[in-house]
């Protein structure tokens, strides 16, 4: 635990501008960030007598090593990168909202030449249009048939839309005319995109000149005699209409608003929020978050708006749909954020337009108001009753593991490794974290073992010596970076733009699992003694009969079959054997796929699809001089006697042989290294993501 006076800055250094602080711990981890409209002031405060310090505070101070911090021109520029470094850096004292699930939005891919309508989780993708959240995904697909009657845009995926362009043909949704067709040049692409924002505009919540058009030209077919059209547009009409009556009218006059309301006790909140557009409620959203930081409820609330508004961005092509859909004219919350006005500058900058903040006081908002805050008691309630159990499961398998490892404090991060191959080719080894008993994927990684002479390792233990080495060794080198000459942190002061960004390897876990028994823990222990890794505790557990290892002892830990404790390394033993599977098939898939013109320096995939489009095969390829070879365009005399020599030197048919023999590449480590789909993962060796090369 520091002592705060030892990295205070002098009042003096500090300027009284507004800005953006943070403070790192002695690993160099951001903690916390915070605002301020005087920098000096705010900073002060934090280094008065800890005993007059919030409890929460307290511990944020007194783990911190260092503070630094970023003057901006103005407090609304302040709140801006306040969001973004705490969305950036995810600190362990900051109030962050968790969604309780991952909500399922109508998307319209306008970002795409031929915009598509698809149900759509997770990340939000720029230049696209989303609409909800709903609460089930049927819901988005029910709507969306109805809709593609008034508004017939592509539904399908890429792949059955190029396979349709190809024949000619349009699919079956193409047929019953729930389609448009652009893939059969049926309607125009810019026609298809006019299309497609029309019903953005419709699903936006301006409904009603849609609804006066298809009733005047449905009078106007029928004037005209021309009863089919007319029947049709009734019954597109009535589609169009089942649509806005799904959702309840609850405020006049076309209303468009974001209805916010908390529920909370001392140690959680819990909010709400029900979006409602031209007077509907339109999606509805929920959180629940942990009060790690001394916050009232004003506070949250500003928190929250930054959540739910930051990621909008005010110079986006789409201004007219971030107007209508993301941030509305009336933000109505339960109490007022204590800088209103700066977050009413900062939401009217993204909208483009007027907004208002505010509390509803009377008539139908108030009562709407309500309804939203019973809803967010409701799921406090049901969120309190979940985490109970699981709650008090993880804190007794940290507990079991504690004790029965001889630990001196809990394992709040605990790092998993293992290996996965066939036969000793395509190895890939795994690094999984589990944070307070559970798992944080964003700080998975996958390591690719290349061994002393780079054909890989001879057997595990050398594979997970190679990959806690590399793991370790970036831990220090990071460690390094974080300290001054004299081993200690870095003095506070303003933020480096270049070494302001966070080190993946930079924080040591409590604990280190390895799959394996005594050998591959002693194997291990040598990479910690070479490397003078000394606070990180390190253990085993072997497949057969679950026995836990440690470091130098003859004999294992038995941990009973009903401990919490051996529930969790198993969970991580699982874990880290998945991840390490899942990238073991991604290298070994691609080396099936390779061609021997991967080899040829100088040659990339461009070049490769001339040469075999020239030529019609490699066999053909094989029996060519240099001088037909460099007539292929884009292919010099010289790069064309490397592929002969290639060609020459490589046996027509392979057979399984040893990387020296030049006939598994992939196995010597010169195959290039996939990024299969799934979970996170980063590269071991730096700080950009993909497999570790």
Known sequence: MADPSTYRPRPSEIPTSPGVYRFRDAHGRVIYVGKA???????????????????????????????????????????????????????????????????????????????????????????????????????????????LRVFPIRTCSAGVYRRAERAGRPCLLGYIDKCSAPCVGRISPEDHRALAQDFCTFMGGQTRPFVRR?????????????????????????????????????????????????????????????????????????????????????????????????????????????????????VLVPVLPPDVDQVTTWLRGLRGANVDVRVPRRGDKRALAQTVRRNAEHALVLHKTRRAGDLTSRSQALSDLTEALDLPEAPLRIEC???????????????????????????????????????????????????LSRRFRNYRTAREEATDDDGKPLVSGPVDPETGRPSRFAYPPNLVVVDGGQPQVNAAQRVFDELGVEDVALVGLAKRLEEVWLPGEDFPIVLPRTSAGLYLLQRLRDEAHRFAITAHRGRRSKAMTRSVLDDVPGLGPTRQKALLAHFGSVANLRRATPEEIAAVKGVGLRTAQAVVDALRTTPTAPTAASPADGASPDAAGSAPTPEPAGAASGSADGPGPGLAS
């Open 417 to 467: 490794y293992d290996i996965s191959h066939t036969q000793g080719t395509h190895q890939v080894g795994s690094m999984v974290v589990f944070e307070d008993g559970l798992p944080r994927k964003s700080a998975y990684r996958r390591f690719i073992v290349r061994g002393a002479d780079g054909s890989g390792a001879r057997d595990d233990t050398e594979a997970i010596a190679e990959v």
């Open 37 to 147: 409209k005087n920098l000096r002031n705010r900073l002060n405060s934090y280094f008065q007598d800890v005993a007059g310090l919030h409890p929460r505070t307290r511990q944020m101070v007194t783990t911190a090593a260092s503070v630094e911090w970023t003057v901006v021109e103005t407090e609304v520029a302040s709140l801006a990168l306040e969001y973004s470094w705490i969305k950036e850096y995810d600190p362990r004292f900051n109030v962050k909202y968790r969604d309780d699930k991952s909500y399922p939005y109508l998307a319209v891919t306008m970002s795409e030449e031929i915009p598509r309508a698809m149900v759509m989780r997770g990340a939000k993708r720029k230049g696209n249009r989303y609409f909800g959240p709903y609460g089930h995904a049927w819901a988005i697909r029910e709507t969306v048939d109805l809709m």
């Open 214 to 330: 298809l009733e005047q030209e449905m009078r106007s077919a029928a004037a005209a005699l021309d009863f089919e059209r007319a029947a049709r547009l009734r019954d597109d009409l009535g589609a169009m209409q089942r649509v806005v009556e799904k959702n309840e009218v609850v405020l006049p006059d076309g209303t468009d608003a974001d209805v916010f309301a908390m529920a909370s006790d001392e140690l959680e909140a819990s909010v709400q929020v029900f979006h409602v557009r031209d007077g509907r409620v339109r999606g509805q959203r929920g959180w629940v978050v942990e009060k790690v930081e001394e916050l009232d409820d004003g506070e949250l609330v500003e928190r929250l708006l930054q959540q739910v508004y930051g990621d909008i961005d005010p110079d986006a092509e789409e201004r007219t749909a971030t107007r209508s859909t993301a941030v509305p004219r009336e």
